[in-house]
């Protein structure tokens, strides 16, 4: 495997199940991002970890629990869940985290989401 | 904060045919700038992004971006599309360790 992967790639869920997203990146980077990408609206950025510590939440949900255990593992973590949250949630890792300018992120493919 | 829009949602081109992206951003500083691309089923993929100095930056699959600070425009250009170019592309402008996209631009390529 190279690069950035997702799985699983589509996920149905019930609004009061328990499931959760993997990412695993194999670029040795440090850091790793979760988005959100809803339709007609511009992706979102979720959280940001850099060396598994968690750098910024960005007013996600408490529904929404990342995990990082590694610098190549992330993880989010669903629970009672709304239809609104049905989205493609993409992962991305870089470099490093601070500068977006020199350090390129690359995505996953993302994984479909639907809530009923 | 800064911001992106992109004008157009949909934009149809016959294969071979030139085409533009449009993409304005809001900054208050010198701003990094990015063009990313998604394929139906894939991740985004850069195609090219702006730090500073020379004004037309080149990319990845024949792509070409200008940055005109004075219009506050980063648009994408290609001199002849290919029906493999038809996918969805999103302008993106980037502070310290945050990227804001645009709402991005859906490409149809007619054969």
């Known amino acids: 495997e190279t690069g950035v992967t997702q799985t699983p790639r589509h996920l149905v869920m019930g609004m009061t199940n328990k499931k959760s997203l993997k990412c695993e990146q194999h670029l040795g980077h440090n850091a790793m991002y979760w988005y959100k990408q809803s339709a007609k609206k511009p992706l979102e950025l979720m959280f940001v970890y850099s060396l598994e510590e968690r750098v910024e939440n960005n007013s996600v949900p408490s529904r929404f629990s990342p995990e990082c255990p590694n610098s190549s593992h992330l993880f989010l973590h669903l629970h009672t869940l709304q239809p609104e949250d049905s989205a493609l949630y993409l992962c991305?890792?870089?470099?490093?985290?601070?500068?977006?300018?020199?350090?390129?992120?690359?995505f996953g493919p993302g994984t479909r989401l639907t809530v009923l | 904060a800064q911001s992106v829009t992109q004008p157009d949602i949909h934009i149809t081109v016959s294969e071979g045919a030139s085409l533009e992206l449009r993409c304005n951003y809001s900054?208050?500083?010198?701003?990094?700038l990015f063009w990313y691309v998604q394929s139906p089923g894939q991740g985004l993929q850069l195609l090219l992004k702006?730090?500073?100095?020379?004004?037309l930056v080149q990319g990845i699959k024949g792509f070409e971006a200008e940055f005109k600070r004075s219009q506050s425009s980063f648009n994408l250009r290609k001199p002849s599309v290919h029906w493999s170019d038809a996918a969805e592309y999103f302008c993106?402008?980037?502070?310290?360790?945050?990227?804001?996209f645009g709402k991005g631009t859906l490409l149809t390529v007619n054969p």
């Open positions: 702006y730090f500073s100095g020379d004004t």
């Open positions: 900054y208050g500083a010198t701003p990094y």
């Open positions: 991305a890792s870089s470099q490093e985290w601070r500068e977006v300018g020199t350090d390129t992120q690359y």
């Open positions: 993106a402008v980037g502070a310290r360790y945050k990227l804001t």
